[in-house]
């Protein structure tokens, strides 16, 4: 299943921000690189569906170290909650040193 960030594209301007941080020491990279993925969010601060990998806004196409990231994203990921009763979507940037 395909999840279509636009329609959840809200107009009510919320400020949201991590409350759990994803662990990424467990990946490596031959090279420094930026990974920047489109996520939504529920008004609970949970991640809804499949972060979109954006490819213009990244400095890698390695798809097993973009498929890596996207997992720790979805399962690691909490924003802050907030009082909206609608998905909101922002990016996040990732970067992996080079090991």
Not at 40 to 60: E, L
Not at 73 to 82: D, E, G, H, P, S
Request: with cysteine; charged share 25%.
């Amino acid at each position: 299943e395909k999840t279509d960030p636009t329609k959840y594209e809200t107009h009510v301007k919320v400020k949201r921000h991590l409350i759990s941080r994803p662990n990424i020491n467990n990946i490596s990279s031959e090279e420094n690189c930026s990974i920047v993925l489109s996520i939504i969010i529920a008004p609970d601060g949970s991640i809804v569906g499949k972060p979109t990998f954006v490819r213009k806004d990244s400095s890698t196409n390695n798809m097993a170290l973009i498929n890596q990231v996207i997992e720790v994203i979805r399962t690691q990921t909490k924003f802050n909650a907030v009082e909206i009763n609608e998905n909101t979507v922002e990016q996040i940037t990732i970067r992996i040193n080079a090991s």
